[in-house]
Antibody, heavy 116, light 107 residues
C-alpha cells in the first residue's frame, strides 16, 4: 500500500522560510512523479509544483522563484522548500503521487500559516 | 492556462437522488481529466481518471463522461457518505488546474 506522510508545517512570519517533507512508503520515489497541492482555508485546491522521475521541475507562477521541490531518493522523501513566504501562502499543503494522469494517493496534509 | 468551471457550486440533494456535476474547460483537451471527492478535514480521494475510468475501490454509482471542453460526474443514487465536495482536475497541460469545486449537501 502506498502511503504519504507530510510534516514540517507551522506558523511563520511573512518573508520567512519553511521546508515541508513528505515521506513515502510502498513506492520507489526515484521512479515516480510527485506533486504538491495546497488548499487555503475554506477554499479549493491549487496545484503548486511537480517533479518528474528524472528531476525535472515545474511550478505555478505564483510560487516560481520562491518555492523549490526536490527529493532524497535514499530517504524516500519529497521536499518543498518555501522561501519569501506571503500571507496568501497560508494553506494545507498536500503531497501526491502522479499515478499516470491522476493524483493518487494523497498525504493527509500539513498546515502552513503565514502571519505576523 | 486551462480554466475549469464547475457547476453548480452548491447542490442540495436527498439520499437516492441522481446527481450530475459539470466541469467545463476554457479550451479542449484529450481525456486527461480526473474527479476527486473531499470530505471536511480530509485529503482528496480519487474517484475517476481519464474522464470515465472508475478508480479501483470506488462504488459503481459514480461515473464520469465527456470529452473536449465538457465533462460530467454522475452519482446514480446518492448515499449518505457521498455528501462532500467534488473537484475536477485537468492533467493535459501545465499548469495543472482544478475546478472550483461542487459542494453536495443534504436537502
Amino acid at each position: 500500500e502506498v502511503q504519504l506522510v507530510e510534516s514540517g508545517g507551522g506558523l511563520v512570519q511573512p518573508g520567512g522560510s519553511l521546508r515541508l517533507s513528505c515521506v513515502v512508503s510502498g513506492l520507489t520515489l526515484s521512479t515516480s512523479w510527485m506533486h504538491w497541492v495546497r488548499q487555503a482555508p475554506g477554499k479549493g485546491l491549487f496545484w503548486v509544483a511537480r517533479i518528474t522521475h528524472d528531476g525535472k521541475t515545474l511550478y505555478a507562477d505564483s510560487v516560481k522563484g520562491r518555492f523549490t521541490i526536490s527529493r532524497d531518493n535514499a530517504k524516500n522523501t519529497l521536499f518543498l522548500q518555501m522561501d519569501s513566504l506571503r500571507d496568501e501562502d497560508t494553506a494545507v499543503y498536500y503531497c501526491a503521487r502522479d499515478a499516470s494522469w491522476r493524483l493518487d494517493p494523497w498525504g493527509q496534509g500539513t498546515l502552513v500559516t503565514v502571519s505576523s | 492556462d486551462v480554466q475549469l468551471t464547475q457547476s453548480p457550486a452548491f447542490l442540495s440533494a436527498s439520499v437516492g437522488d441522481r446527481v450530475t456535476i459539470t466541469c467545463r474547460a476554457s479550451q479542449g483537451f484529450d481525456n486527461y481529466l480526473a474527479w476527486y471527492q473531499q470530505k471536511p478535514g480530509k485529503a482528496p480521494r480519487l474517484l475517476i481518471h481519464a474522464a470515465s475510468t472508475l478508480q479501483t475501490g470506488v462504488p459503481s454509482r459514480f461515473s464520469g463522461s465527456g470529452s473536449g471542453t465538457e465533462f460530467t460526474l454522475t452519482i446514480s443514487s446518492l448515499q449518505p457518505e457521498d455528501f462532500a465536495t467534488y473537484y475536477c482536475q485537468q492533467l493535459n497541460s501545465s499548469p495543472l488546474t482544478f475546478g472550483g469545486g461542487t459542494k453536495v449537501e443534504i436537502e
